[in-house]
C-alpha cells in the first residue's frame, strides 16, 4: 500500500516538472519568432540606409554649386573642402577632376606659404580671402593687362621677314589696386622705340566675380624713322573675366592722342584663354589698329590693320608665366608696313608681397 503511495507521488512530481518547464521552451520559441522578426528589420534597416546614402549621388549642379562656393578660398582651404567632398560622395564622377585640382593646389599653397601671401605676418592674422591676388593672363600681342599686380615682362614678336618689335615692362602695385608701370616698346619696321610711363587702377577686383575693371593713363615719347620724335598722351580701359578655372577672357581699348600734330589712333585688344589643364593655357587673341585722322600724301582718314594670335600659356608655378605663338594679319588698309606674319614669345615674373588693400 505504501509503495502504491509512492509510486503516485514520484509520477505527480514529474508531472508538475513538465508542467513547470513547458513555459520556458514557450518562451524560447517565442524568442526565435523576435529574432527572426529582428533580422527582418535589420535588413529594412539596410535597405533605407542604401536608398538615404549614395555614394554616386552627386551631379552637375550640386559640383558646380559646391565649386562656386569655393571661389576666393585660398588653396589651403579648398583642398580641405574638396577632401570633405570626396568623403560624402566617394564614388563621384568628377572625381579624377577634383584629385586635378587638389594636385594643382597643393603646389598653389607651398608657393603662398613661403611667399607668405596666406599670412599677415605683422599681426598674426589670416589675410582675408576677398583680397587674394588674381591669376590673369598676360595679353600676348604687346598689350596690358587689366590686373594691377608687381611683375616684370619682357615680350619679343619677329615678322617676316624683317620685322622686330620688343615690349620691356615693369610694374609695381602700391596697393591691390592702384599701381604704376613704365617700360620700352617698339613697334613696326623702322628703328627707334617708345618709353612710356604711367598709373593703373583697378576700379572693380573682385575674387568672387573674377572680375577686373581698370582704368590707366600714360605719357610716351618715342622716335622712329617713319614719325621721328613723337609725344603720346594714352587714356586706357580694360576688362578681365576669371569666368572659371578652364577659361577666362580680358578685353583693352587705348586712344593714342599725338600731341605734337594731329594724329590719332585707336587700339583694340581682345583675349580669350583656356585651361585643359591648371599649369596650361590655350589663347586666342586679336589686336586692332583704327586710325582717324588725315595723313599727308593720301586720300583717306581711316587706316586700319587687324592682328590675330594663338598659341600656349605656361605656368611652372604662382611666380613665372611663360607664353609662345604665331600671329597673322587678317585685314588692313594702308598701313602695309605692319603686313606681315610672325611669331611671338613672351616671359613674366610676378613680385611676392603685393599689397593686401
Not at 122 to 136: I, S, Y
Not at 282 to 287: D, G, V
Request: negative net charge.
Amino acid at each position: 500500500m505504501l509503495r502504491n503511495h509512492l509510486l503516485a507521488l514520484l509520477i505527480s512530481l514529474c508531472f508538475c516538472g513538465v508542467l513547470l518547464a513547458s513555459p520556458a521552451w514557450a518562451d524560447d520559441d517565442a524568442d526565435l519568432d523576435d529574432l527572426e522578426e529582428d533580422d527582418d528589420l535589420l535588413e529594412e534597416d539596410d535597405d533605407l540606409l542604401d536608398e538615404e546614402i549614395d555614394p554616386d549621388a552627386d551631379d552637375a549642379d550640386i559640383y558646380a554649386e559646391y565649386k562656386e562656393e569655393l571661389r576666393g578660398e585660398s588653396p589651403s582651404e579648398e583642398i580641405d573642402a574638396w577632401g570633405r567632398y570626396l568623403e560624402v560622395y566617394p564614388g563621384s564622377t568628377f572625381r579624377m577632376e577634383i584629385e586635378q585640382r587638389m594636385a594643382a593646389l597643393e603646389d598653389a599653397a607651398f608657393d603662398e606659404l613661403q611667399a607668405g601671401d596666406d599670412l599677415d605676418s605683422a599681426a598674426g592674422t589670416e589675410v582675408d580671402a576677398k583680397r587674394r591676388e588674381m591669376a590673369v593672363y598676360e595679353p600676348m600681342l604687346i598689350g596690358m593687362n587689366p590686373n594691377t599686380r608687381r611683375h616684370f615682362e619682357f615680350g619679343l614678336l619677329w615678322g617676316y621677314n624683317d620685322y622686330i618689335n620688343y615690349d620691356l615692362t615693369v610694374e609695381w602695385a602700391f596697393r591691390r589696386n592702384l599701381s604704376v608701370f613704365g617700360g620700352v616698346r617698339h613697334e613696326g619696321r623702322s628703328i627707334g622705340g617708345t618709353l612710356q610711363a604711367g598709373v593703373k587702377y583697378a576700379f572693380l577686383k573682385d575674387v568672387r566675380t573674377g572680375i577686373v575693371l581698370s582704368g590707366a593713363f600714360s605719357i610716351k615719347a618715342g622716335y622712329s624713322s617713319l614719325d621721328r620724335l613723337s609725344f603720346t598722351l594714352e587714356p586706357w580701359i580694360g576688362v578681365a573675366w576669371l569666368i572659371s578655372d578652364k577659361i577666362q577672357v580680358q578685353t583693352s581699348l587705348a586712344f593714342d592722342l599725338r600731341v605734337d600734330k594731329l594724329l590719332h589712333w585707336v587700339t583694340w585688344d581682345a583675349m580669350v584663354v583656356f585651361n585643359p589643364k591648371p599649369k596650361i593655357g590655350i589663347y586666342i587673341e586679336s589686336k586692332q589698329k583704327h586710325s582717324l585722322h588725315n595723313v599727308n600724301g593720301l586720300d583717306t582718314q581711316y587706316l586700319a590693320f587687324y592682328q590675330a594670335g594663338v598659341g600656349v600659356k605656361f605656368r611652372p608655378n604662382e611666380k613665372m608665366e611663360f607664353g609662345v605663338g604665331a600671329n597673322i594679319p587678317y585685314f588692313w588698309r594702308i598701313w602695309k608696313d605692319y603686313n606681315y606674319v610672325g611669331i611671338h614669345a613672351d616671359a613674366v615674373f610676378f613680385f611676392g608681397g603685393n599689397p593686401a588693400k
